[in-house]
Structures are given as structure tokens and as C-alpha cells.
């Protein structure tokens, strides 16, 4: 399919030719007819990205200070390489649109195939031919009297419809209200005709003379093409008392539309912004009249709240009459009831073939005044929800089978981490073959296959899965997703090299360790999990520094982690599994590694803090079957600017400190060895691919032994569960293996 992508680095737009997304769950496939370029965010980003880096820094001074703490803590050359990647990932554009329904993913009881809608959200109504929406985020558009049905290019303007209504909803207007819009673009004018429809008089200002006569036109009692005439219209109309609210719609940095509002509006009236603009508000007339001064956050309660757009949980109708699903219901219902005009608001329609000229447009560079801007799709015969194969150009067929002598790699997830971090370790790896990339949109997919050279690229796992020349899945998708993967690429044989952590749950763990155990050890594939930091330079200069451990080590591990939102992924407990289970397991790995002895027991105590999970600051006591003793000190209450890691090990009369990866301090006999990285990190993910790859081409088992996999999966797993009882908890995995080959496995 084809879809606009904007390039972060130069602005750039192109149409690509890129795989469907995939179908997922409590949303729904939409092949598109019609979506709406934002005249206003759309724009903004489009002239962000074309900016210089300097421009960017000197626009953007926060993201410059985390670079620069970035920089002191992970070395020049690291922080680099993050901010390139970033700079190189593509921005799939759109945020609103109309289509039908294809196809309807687990959760979807209402919509089914053939149904017509109009969808919303950045990320999801995206501009390309098939898009994969929210169920909460997709409304059905009502038929016509007599049969007639809304035209696609009107429907998708739903979502800046809904905008406008919950601009006039919190200005709390009601029936015979003078109401004043200022700014009469695209959302200015839907403003003028909703409030019209609702039984407003309505008074209008725009600079642009042109927009001001049309919304003279479409409905607005009078209008004004300065503030100055404006103004004296406004005293006119309300007999010198005022307007009752004042809707901002205007798009400007400027803070005059905010005092011009407060000069014109009646005492304690409501001023509402609902566009982007400057609030240095003028204290003295808010304050003698008393004004209520708002800020409109997008289209209604539920815009980024995750549960309720991405999980579908809606807002109970008795509470939260107007969310933003309901608002496109209500705009579309209008629309449906001739109510509003908006054909006269399109001014221009552009093929998807031709989207660089809707950008021209509204970035000012064709020369040419514009109001609503609309993309196009054909009409397709194939209404099937199919995935798509994209071979890269450029790149070798798949052989028919696993190349002697190499490691090739069907790789699922392209993230952020999978192609800053991941995927140039692999390349770095001679003997590594990049068949294909699979991700949950084309958009990333085709990017990763692209930058690194795949041969193709796909939203369709089972593909990759079942592709005969690849012998290695790469898995770097969202953690819920591991334990089914890893399943998958068991009992198809393949070996597997999955990011941490391996799965969520115990009954996860137990089928894996009962699927890969049942398979005869000379067919036995190898299974891998990421823990980098095992193979960094400086943990082998440690591991060797200590020596054989021939008594008890004492091992101390203190995270500065930085804190997370909420409302992130990984503190998601579906998704991400939360912060114990997807970032401390990297330590006690790591813990395990140095111990070289599985571990025994586990006890851990979170700092109680009602703004944050439990499990963002933790303090985890380990003790190993050896008799050493370890702690993981894991915080998200701190300041990135600090280190981010410290490990100390004491032992044998010796004593090893590393910080962050970057300085080394090795102690022993009163002489001091100190070991210095200036301009990167190395956290071992280069050396840890390497291992794996040679594990494989020469047929032996996993760099890292599978009972230490289980074991530190087990061990984290009961962390989290001592975190939520306050009680030490054995982790015996000698029994947890046994007990599991006789526990039927999630696929039986």
C-alpha cells in the first residue's frame, strides 16, 4: 500500500510504498478514501523537521539539555548514535480521515467489514491507503435521508469537527449565546457553523479578508477583518455588554487573539483556547471582569488517555457525556443532517500520489491561499485485509534455505531500540544474513528494511516465521508479545534471540521451558535472551580480575533508571510487564553472571509512593545457592543527569567499581588499576551477538545457559510478587524445571 511519510532529519515527504499494517486487538482495519491534512500541526512539523540541527536546538532547549546529559553520561559518540537514530526514523503524518472497514480484530463486536467511518488519532488515522484504528477512535457515519450517504472527503473531517465541539463545550455556551470566534481557518469556520447549529449568535474575525467573507456566508451573523473593527462590532452587537464566551481559533504565537478575547467578552464570561496560541495575558481586564480563561485540550475526554483510546475502554455515558469518540458521533450526525456546509471549506483535493504538493501548499512554499486540504485514495477491487511481502530493492533473494556457514535473521519489531542498538550489532557480525524485518506498521517495517538492507519486509509475522531461509528470529517487540513468539520459533525449529525479558508470567516460563525441553537435544535450536551487559569489555576484565569464584562474593548494583510517566508502555502491566520485569532482570542476570551460582532466594521492598508504580524505586536483596549476597537498588526518583549505573563487587580480597560502562576501577593488594572509556559505552551488545551467532553456526548451545535463563526469569518474576507481599521467596530452579515438563504447556 502506499502511505506519506515525513522525514525527521530534512522535512522531506514521500509517498512509499510500504506493507498494511497488521490487525490488532479492539481495533479495526480501514481502507481509506479521503484524509485531512492539518493545516495547523501538520504544518508545524513540517517546518520543524526542515530545520537545520542548530535550528532544531535552538527551537526545541529541553531536548538540547538531555543531549548534553546524555553526553556526560554515556559519552559523545553514544549519544550520537541516539540522536541519529532518532533523526532517521520516519513520521508517518494525519490524524484524521474516513473509510470502510475491512476487517474488525479481537475486542470489535460493532464494526464489522463494509461499515463506514471516520477515524482519529496521530499515529493511527494516519495518510495511506490502510490504516489500523481503535475501536474508540473510529465512528460510524450515518446515512442520509433517503439513502444518501456523507461523502467520504466530508466525513474525514470528524475529527477536527470533534475539536471544534469541545472547544464549544467547555466554553459552556447555550441557546440564544453571543459568541465571539477568533480565527476563521479551518477550525474557525466549523466552530461558526456548529455554533449556528446549536442556536448562537456568532461573531467572526479573521485578518484574512477572504475567510472572513466565507464565514459571512456560511452562517456567522456578522463579521470583521480587524480587531479594531472588530471590537466596536462586538460592543454593537451586545449592546456595549459584551459577548457571553469568546472561542480562540486562530493559529499564532502571538498573545493578542487571548487580550484581544478579554476586551470584547462581557463580565465573568468564559474565553476558551482552542487553538495554538500565545498566553501572556493582560492581568487587568480578566481580572476586573472576572474571566474564565481555558485551555480546550483536543477533541474530548479520552485524547491521551491509553486505556481509553488504544484498549478500548470507554467512559461511562452517566459520568463523561461528550468523549471524543462521541463528539466525532455528533459531528458526523450534523453532517449527516445537512446542518453543516463543507464542501465550500475544501479547497483542495490531492491524489496520495501527489501528497508533496499538499504539503507545498500548506507550508506556504506553492504561493497559494488554501483552507481545507484533502488526500485522495483510489477505489481498490481488493477488499481483502491482506498483508503485504515489500522486497527491498536493491537486496539479494532469500536462498531457499539457511546459508552454510551463516546466521540468517527474520527479525520482529523495529523500534526504536531494535534499529539504534540492535540491528547494527548484528550487521557488524560478518557471518549474520538480514532476510526480513517484520512490524506492527509498514511505515517501520519498511524503514528498518531499507536503512539496514533486509530483502524484504512485512507486517506479517507467520511470514517470517515460516520462511525456510531464515534459521534465526530476532524478537524485539513490546514485551507481552515475547513468550508467543518465542513459542512460534520453537516449533518451527528456529533458533531464537529474544530481548528481555523472556515472558511475564510463570505459566509463560513453564510452557517455554516444557516446549524447548521437549524437543530432542540434538534438534534442539538455540535460545538466547538479550542480557547484554554479560558480554561488555569491561565485565570480562572484571569476571577475570576476580578470578574463579572460590568463596562467597558480595555484589551491589545501584540504578539510577530516571523516571518514567504512568502512561508509558513499559510501566503498563499488559504491554510492558512494568519496570521489575522489564529492566531489572537485566541485573539480576548480570548478578548471576558474576556469582556464578543460581539463586536461592529473593526479597525486595519498594519505596511507597502514590505518583509512581511500586515497582519504579525498588530495593531487591538476592542470595545465591553459594552463600554470596546481592542487591539491586533500583530508582526512578533521581535525576538523569547522575550516573546511571554502579557496580561494585567485593571478594577474595579484591574489590572491581563500574561506572556506567565508561570507568573501571580495579583494586587489589593496595594497587589500583583504573580503565577509562572516553567516547563510548559498551554495553556488550556487539560481543553478545557475536557469541550467539558463533553458538549457532558451530552448533553449540546458547551463549548463555538455559537454566540461567530460567533462573533469572524466575528470579524477577518473584520479586515482583515479594514486592506486592513484603515476604522473602525462594527461587529453586531445579524444581521449577521439573515441575514444568509435567505442566501442559499455554498451547495445549
Known amino acids: 500500500m502506499r502511505q506519506v511519510l515525513q522525514h525527521a532529519r530534512t522535512g522531506e515527504i514521500t509517498v512509499a510504498e510500504v506493507p498494511a499494517p497488521q490487525l490488532l486487538p479492539n481495533s479495526v482495519l480501514v481502507r481509506i478514501a479521503a484524509s485531512v491534512v492539518s493545516t495547523g500541526t501538520e504544518r508545524a512539523s513540517a517546518e520543524f523537521a526542515s530545520k537545520s540541527l542548530l535550528q532544531k536546538a535552538k527551537s526545541r532547549p529541553d531536548l538540547v539539555r538531555e543531549v548534553i546529559s546524555k553526553v556526560q553520561r554515556d559519552g559523545l559518540l553514544s549519544a550520537w548514535q541516539t540522536v541519529r537514530s532518532r533523526l532517521d526514523q520516519p513520521q508517518a503524518p494525519g490524524y484524521s480521515s474516513a473509510g470502510t472497514v475491512i476487517a474488525a480484530g479481537n475486542g470489535v463486536t460493532d464494526l464489522q467489514p463494509g461499515d463506514r467511518v471516520a477515524c482519529a488519532g496521530a499515529g493511527f488515522a494516519v495518510h495511506a491507503e490502510v490504516a489500523c484504528v481503535p475501536r474508540l477512535l473510529v465512528a460510524r457515519i450515518p446515512v442520509r435521508d433517503e439513502a444518501q450517504e456523507v461523502p467520504f472527503d466530508e466525513a474525514a473531517f470528524a475529527t477536527v469537527g470533534a475539536v471544534a465541539l469541545h472547544g464549544i463545550r467547555t466554553a459552556e455556551v447555550k441557546l440564544g449565546d453571543l459568541v465571539a470566534v477568533i480565527g476563521l481557518g479551518l477550525l474557525g469556520q466549523l466552530t461558526v457553523q456548529l455554533l449556528k447549529a446549536a442556536g448562537c449568535r456568532v461573531l467572526g474575525v479573521d485578518i484574512n479578508q477572504s475567510r472572513a467573507e466565507l464565514a459571512a456566508r456560511l452562517g456567522a451573523d456578522a463579521v470583521a477583518a480587524s480587531a479594531a473593527e472588530f471590537a466596536e462590532l462586538c460592543v454593537e452587537q451586545s449592546r456595549g455588554l459584551g459577548v457571553d464566551a469568546v472561542l480562540i481559533t486562530a493559529e499564532t504565537g502571538s498573545s493578542e487573539p487571548v487580550n484581544l478575547a478579554g476586551a470584547i467578552a462581557r463580565e465573568r464570561a468564559i474565553v476558551v483556547a482552542v487553538g495554538t496560541v500565545g498566553i501572556d495575558i493582560e492581568r487587568r481586564a480578566y481580572y476586573e471582569k472576572e474571566l474564565d480563561f481555558r485551555i480546550s485540550r483536543s477533541n474530548g475526554p479520552g485524547r491521551y488517555d491509553a486505556a481509553y483510546e488504544q484498549k478500548g475502554r470507554d467512559y461511562p455515558i452517566g459520568y463523561v457525556r461528550w468523549t471524543e469518540n462521541r463528539n466525532m458521533e455528533a459531528f458526523l450526525q450534523l453532517l449527516a443532517e445537512n446542518k453543516l456546509n463543507i464542501a465550500p471549506l475544501i479547497t483542495h483535493r490531492f491524489p496520495v500520489e501527489r501528497a508533496q504538493s499538499a504539503y507545498e501548499l500548506i507550508t506556504g512554499k506553492s504561493r497559494e491561499p488554501f483552507l481545507g486540504v484533502v488526500i485522495q485514495y483510489a477505489e481498490t477491487r481488493d477488499k481483502s485485509p491482506t498483508l503485504e511481502l515489500v522486497r527491498v530493492p536493491g537486496t539479494a533473494v532469500p536462498a531457499a534455505g539457511p546459508v552454510s556457514g551463516s546466521i540468517s535473521v527474520g527479525l520482529l519489531g523495529a523500534g526504536a531500540f531494535a534499529t539504534g542498538t540492535l540491528v547494527p550489532a548484528l550487521k557488524h557480525e560478518a557471518n549474520t ?188 536483596s538476592i542470595r545465591f545457592a553459594n552463600g554470596s549476597e546481592g542487591t539491586v537498588s533500583y530508582f526512578a526518583n533521581g535525576d538523569r543527569a547522575f550516573s546511571k549505573e554502579r557496580l561494585e563487587v567485593f571478594g577474595g580480597g579484591a574489590v572491581a567499581v563500574l561506572e556506567d560502562f565508561r570507568r573501571l576501577e580495579l583494586i587489589r593488594d593496595g594497587r589500583k588499576e583504573t580503565v577509562h572509556s572516553r567516547w563510548r559505552q559498551d554495553k556488550g551488545h556487539r560481543g553478545e551477538w557475536a557469541a550467539f551467532a558463533q553458538s549457532v553456526i558451530q552448533g553449540k548451545g546458547a551463549p548463555i545457559s538455559f537454566d540461567d535463563i530460567v533462573c533469572s526469569t524466575l528470579a524477577t518474576l518473584r520479586i515482583q510478587e515479594s514486592v506486592a507481599t513484603g515476604k522473602p521467596l525462594p527461587v529453586d530452579t531445579a524444581t521449577f524445571l521439573n515441575e514444568a515438563l509435567q505442566t501442559p504447556s499455554l498451547e495445549e
Open 433 to 620: 544474513i538480514l532476510v526480513a524485518v517484520c512490524a506492527a506498521t509498514g511505515a517501520h517495517a519498511d524503514h528498518a528494511a531499507h536503512k539496514f538492507g533486509f530483502s524484504y519486509c512485512t507486517t506479517d509475522e507467520a511470514q517470517l516465521i515460516r520462511d525456510p531461509s531464515i534459521n534465526t528470529l530476532v524478537i524485539a517487540t513490546r514485551h507481552h508479545l515475547h513468550a508467543e513468539q518465542v513459542l512460534a520459533g520453537i516449533r518451527e525449529g528456529k533458533h531464537v534471540f529474544c530481548e528481555k525479558p523472556l515472558c511475564l508470567s510463570e505459566d509463560e516460563l513453564r510452557s517455554i521451558v516444557r516446549s524447548y525441553l521437549g524437543i530432542p537435544s540434538a534438534r534442539r535450536p538455540a535460545l538466547m535472551v538479550g542480557y547484554n551487559r554479560r558480554f561488555a569489555p569491561m565485565m570480562a576484565r572484571i569476571k577475570t580480575f576476580m578470578g574463579p569464584v572460590s568463596e562467597p562474593l558480595a555484589l551491589h548494583y545501584r540504578v539510577n533508571a530516571g523516571y518514567l510517566p504512568p502512561d508509558h508502555w513499559v510501566n503498563d502491566r499488559e504491554q510492558g510487564g512494568g519496570r521489575i520485569l522489564g529492566e531489572v532482570c537485566h541485573f539480576v542476570d548480570l548478578l548471576i553472571f558474576l556469582a556464578a551460582s543460581p539463586i536461592a532466594e529473593v526479597e525486595a521492598r519498594a519505596l511507597r509512593d502514590s505518583r509512581r508504580y511500586s515497582g519504579d524505586n525498588v530495593v531487591v
